[in-house]
């Protein structure tokens, strides 16, 4: 079973910084983790960054653009996202999503239905 397991939630001030990380583990089927998305309280579950496995391309949402940064590294098959410049609004439920597909076309990089792993999302809380 193909598990994405996400660590570096947690609560800071705004304009303090975090980084959360995601790792594929668990299977013999390649599962690559790429993207990230959010969801606050009462809110839809948002696209925020993901970047394609083999040729590095990034997408970022508007609001966090220059803020966060989406980064991989293939070797331990693990997916990053820095924040800086944290917001009280970026407050969320974090989550990480793959796909079996090493390089979805960036048309569809930003939709929840392109991946088919989720992890279990990890809380980052900033106050004011």
């Known amino acids: 079973q193909v598990q994405l397991v996400e660590s570096g939630g947690g609560s800071v001030q705004a304009g303090g910084a975090l980084r959360l990380s995601c790792t594929a583990s668990?299977?013999?089927?390649?599962?690559?983790?790429m993207a990230w998305f959010r969801q606050a309280p009462g809110k839809e579950r948002e696209f925020v960054a993901a970047?394609?496995?083999?040729?590095?391309?990034?997408s970022y949402t508007d609001s966090v653009k220059g803020r966060f940064t989406v980064s991989r590294d293939k070797a331990k098959k693990t997916v990053y996202l820095d924040l800086s410049g944290l917001k009280p609004e970026d407050t969320a439920v974090y989550y990480c999503?793959?796909?079996?597909?090493?390089?979805?076309?960036?048309?569809?990089?930003?939709?929840?239905?392109?991946?088919?792993?989720w992890g279990q999302g990890t809380q980052v809380t900033v106050s004011s």
């Open positions: 668990g299977s013999t089927v390649d599962v690559y983790p």
């Open positions: 970047i394609r496995w083999s040729d590095g391309n990034k």
């Open positions: 999503a793959g796909d079996s597909r090493r390089d979805p076309i960036l048309s569809d990089i930003a939709s929840r239905q392109t991946y088919d792993y």
